[in-house]
């Protein structure tokens, strides 16, 4: 879904069709006022689901969900397995933009930030309000660099492409033949492809949610380089790394906190606020929230005891630095897309992607023979007669 925020100046949304009608955005760090618009995650499920295969895929997996038992792990504290996820960051810039090729120190960070919101290490995790701390969830999932590639040779879990385009509005990127890079098997890797721009300034990430990737091939997250990370050239407020978070949940099985939208927006707030994200323990809220205003009721404000919109859930459209909590519901969502029956299950099975190979100084590794060619084969030194 690609993800669009509309606030002081920024404006991105969730959809897999045509972005909403709005002046392209410029260069990061020109900051530019724009129209707000209201973007939901309705069209991409939509997009997704005229194909007949995938609308029935995409059905039965999210029944699974559904009726799927809750882990016995999905537990506020942790405590429970933690499962890793292998992944892969394709480093996809643009010739004309030398700041697009970010650093690895820009990687590591967005990794490290992956880590600390889904385990609730994150520092702003004190700013939970009090009608939330009792669901806000340690995930108990982590994300690796892999170690080894798809052929089982050593690797940074970093690949680098020069491509002449500066935008992408389609998901050439995730193909060596059309100027970007190749995924990695996405049954057992995270791929996240990092870009210069995504339909022309206008989204600043995407994932699919499980089921619904055209192909294989594409499936993952796509995140710009100014919104990837916590260190290096970013644009503010895109600065600790959430943007990245926001489009895994939705690569796990999340929906926004507003679950299928509000677009057109419906401005009594009657026929969205029946809509459901499939997690109990979010409140159901009519819109998305933009920026950091709190005590937002957008739905049953009048009934007593009735909880705000949740505006620090990672699925919201608030600031980075508003953001600081998934739920005990979404971990046990997640935990099950990655559970056996889930559409992920295999990617966080082999811990051996994780681990580094270890190599001496002398060691050598046979990767390819070139030559002799033919049938010949090679027999040890006979002694001389």
């Known amino acids: ?23 392209p955005r410029l260069l990061p760090l020109q900051q530019t006022a724009y129209p707000q618009a209201a973007c939901a995650t309705d069209a991409m499920i939509a997009a997704a689901l005229q194909n007949p295969a995938t609308a029935q895929q995409y059905a039965q997996h999210n029944n699974f969900l559904r009726h799927h038992p809750l882990p016995n792990n999905a537990r506020q504290g942790g405590g429970g397995t933690i499962l890793t996820i292998p992944t892969v960051v394709h480093v996809v810039w643009a010739s004309d ?37 009792p669901v806000a969830a340690d995930c108990e999932i982590e994300f ?30 995730k193909y060596t033949a ?10 057992e890797y995270l791929n996240i492809w990092v870009v210069n721009r995504l339909y022309n300034g206008l989204v600043l990430g995407y994932a699919y949610l499980p089921a619904t990737a055209p192909t294989p091939q594409v ?5 710009t380089f100014y919104a990837f990370g916590t260190t290096g050239f ?23 906190t507003w679950a299928q939208g509000n677009n057109p927006p419906d401005p009594d707030c009657i026929e969205f606020c ?35 919109d949740m505006n620090e859930n990672y699925m919201d459209y608030s600031n980075d630095a508003c953001q600081n909590a998934f739920t005990l519901g979404q971990k ?19 811990p051996l992607i994780c681990t580094p190979i270890q190599q001496g100084n002398d060691d050598v590794r046979l990767l390819d023979i070139a030559n002799p060619t033919g049938t010949q084969q090679l027999h040890p030194n006979k002694p001389k007669h």
């Open 274 to 308: 029946i809509l459901d994200d499939d997690v109990a323990d979010t409140p159901n809220s009519c819109h998305a929230n933009f920026g950091c205003i709190p005590y937002i009721n957008s739905c049953n404000a009048d009934l007593p005891n009735d909880l705000p």
């Open 332 to 350: 046990a969502r997640m935990r099950n897309v990655l559970s056996f029956g889930g559409y992920r299950y295999g990617l966080a099975n082999d």
């Open 178 to 187: 059309t100027g970007g890079a190749d995924a990695w098997n996405t049954a």
């Open 1 to 23: 879904m690609l993800r669009f925020l509309c606030l002081l100046g920024y404006c991105f949304c969730l959809a897999n069709i045509d972005v909403c009608a709005q002046e």
């Open 234 to 256: 970013l644009d503010p407020p895109y600065l600790l790394g959430t943007t990245a978070a926001h489009e895994v949940g939705h690569y796990l099985g999340l929906h926004h």
């Open 219 to 223: 499936d993952g997250v796509a995140v």
């Open 144 to 173: 690796c660099l892999a170690q080894r590639d798809p052929s089982g040779n050593p690797t940074t879990g970093i690949t680098r492409t020069a491509t002449d385009s500066l935008n992408f509005s389609t998901d050439a990127f």
């Open 97 to 133: 933009n030398p700041l697009s090729n970010i650093s690895d120190e820009q990687v590591i960070s967005q990794i490290t930030a992956l880590n600390e919101i889904y385990r609730r290490q994150n520092e702003n995790a004190a700013d939970t309000r009090p009608e939330f701390l």
